[in-house]
C-alpha cells in the first residue's frame, strides 16, 4: 500500500456502494482540517470514477491518487481549502 | 470638464457630452450585470420532483440529492402524491415493490398479479440490498438531511392523503406547494421528475 502520503484520517467505506462512499468522504472531508490527506478504503468498483468526478467538481478538495488493491480501491483525498 | 481626459477626445468629434455620459452609464450597469453573473455561476442547484413511492422508485431521488450535496449543490427535493410516503416515518419503512408490470420479474405477469407476489418481490429486492451493501432509505434520508438537502412534503398531498404533519421524518419541509417547487425549478441548473 502507498504510505508516501501522511494521512491524517482513513475512512472504511468497505461492503457500500454507491452513493456511500462518496457522500461519506464527504463528510469526513468536512471535519479534516486544510492540508490535511484522507485515506478512502472501499470495495465498490464505482467509487474509481465517483470519487475521481465528485472531487473534480468539488472546490476545496485535491484528489491525489488512487490505487486498486485487487477487490480494495484506495482513494487519497486532501482539503486544500 | 477637463480636457487632458483622453475620452473627451472623441467628444469633439462624434459624441456630445450627454450621449457620452449616457454610454458610460450603460458600460457600468453591463459590469455590474457581469459581476452578478460571475457570483451566481459558483453555487449549482438541483430541484427533483418525487412522485413515485415504490420501493424501487425510492432510491433515485435519494441517490442522486444527497450525492449533489456532497458536491456542495444547494438540492430541493419536492415529495407529491406516491412519493410523499418516502419521507412518511412509518410508510418509508414498507415501501413495496410491484411484480406486475416489470418484464424483468423473474414471473410471468399472470401470476406476479396473484395475491403476495409483490410482498414476495419486495423481500427479494430488500435481501438483494442487504447482501450488496446499497444503503436503506431511512440512512438515504438521514444522510441527506445531514448534507443540507431540503426534503419538502407536498402540502395538497399531506392532505389528500389524510397525514398529520408529525408523521414525516424530523426535518422534512411541509406546508409548500407546486408554487415553492416551481420558484425553486426556475433556479436550478438541474431540474428533474421522478
Known amino acids: 500500500m502507498s504510505t508516501e502520503y501522511d494521512t491524517t484520517e482513513t475512512l472504511d467505506v468497505k461492503g457500500q456502494s454507491c452513493p456511500m462512499p462518496v457522500v461519506k468522504t464527504k463528510q469526513a472531508i468536512d471535519d479534516?482540517?486544510?492540508?490535511?490527506?484522507?485515506?478512502?478504503?472501499a470495495t465498490d468498483s464505482g467509487s474509481m470514477s465517483d470519487i475521481e468526478g465528485w472531487a473534480?467538481?468539488?472546490?476545496?478538495?485535491?484528489?491525489?491518487?488512487?490505487?486498486?488493491?485487487?477487490?480494495?480501491?484506495?482513494?487519497?483525498?486532501?482539503?486544500?481549502? | 470638464m477637463s480636457t487632458d481626459n483622453p475620452s473627451t477626445a472623441i467628444d469633439d468629434g462624434e459624441f456630445d457630452a450627454a450621449e457620452l455620459r449616457?454610454?458610460?452609464?450603460?458600460?457600468d450597469e453591463l459590469e455590474e450585470s457581469i459581476a452578478d453573473v460571475g457570483t451566481e455561476d459558483d453555487d449549482q442547484k438541483m430541484t427533483i420532483i418525487s412522485t413515485k413511492g415504490s420501493f424501487d422508485m425510492a432510491y433515485p431521488p435519494l441517490i442522486l440529492?444527497?450525492?449533489?450535496?456532497?458536491?456542495?449543490?444547494?438540492?430541493?427535493?419536492?415529495?407529491?402524491?406516491?412519493?410523499?410516503?418516502i419521507l412518511h416515518e412509518e410508510k418509508s419503512k414498507n415501501l413495496k415493490l410491484s411484480a406486475v408490470g416489470n418484464p424483468n420479474m423473474p414471473v410471468p405477469n399472470a401470476l406476479?398479479?396473484?395475491?403476495?407476489?409483490?410482498?414476495?418481490?419486495?423481500?427479494m429486492m430488500q435481501k438483494r440490498i442487504d447482501e450488496n451493501g446499497t444503503a436503506t432509505i431511512?440512512?438515504?434520508?438521514d444522510l441527506s438531511l445531514d448534507l443540507g438537502v431540503d426534503l419538502q412534503a407536498c402540502q395538497m398531498t399531506i392532505e389528500l392523503m389524510d397525514y398529520e404533519d408529525d408523521a414525516f421524518y424530523e426535518g422534512v419541509t411541509t406546508g409548500v406547494g407546486a408554487a415553492t417547487a416551481l420558484q425553486h425549478m426556475a433556479e436550478s441548473d438541474v431540474q428533474l421528475l421522478i
Open chain 2, 138 to 141: 431511512e440512512e438515504l434520508i
Open chain 2, 112 to 123: 406476479a398479479a396473484v395475491p403476495g407476489m409483490d410482498a414476495m418481490a419486495t423481500r
Open chain 2, 22 to 27: 449616457a454610454l458610460r452609464e450603460r458600460v
Open chain 1, 32 to 41: 479534516l482540517a486544510v492540508g490535511d490527506v484522507l485515506e478512502v478504503l
Open chain 1, 56 to 81: 473534480a467538481g468539488t472546490e476545496g478538495v485535491d484528489l491525489l491518487e488512487q490505487v486498486e488493491e485487487g477487490d480494495l480501491y484506495v482513494h487519497y483525498v486532501e482539503k486544500t481549502a
Open chain 2, 65 to 85: 440529492a444527497s450525492t449533489a450535496a456532497a458536491f456542495d449543490w444547494e438540492v430541493v427535493v419536492f415529495h407529491t402524491f406516491w412519493g410523499l410516503d
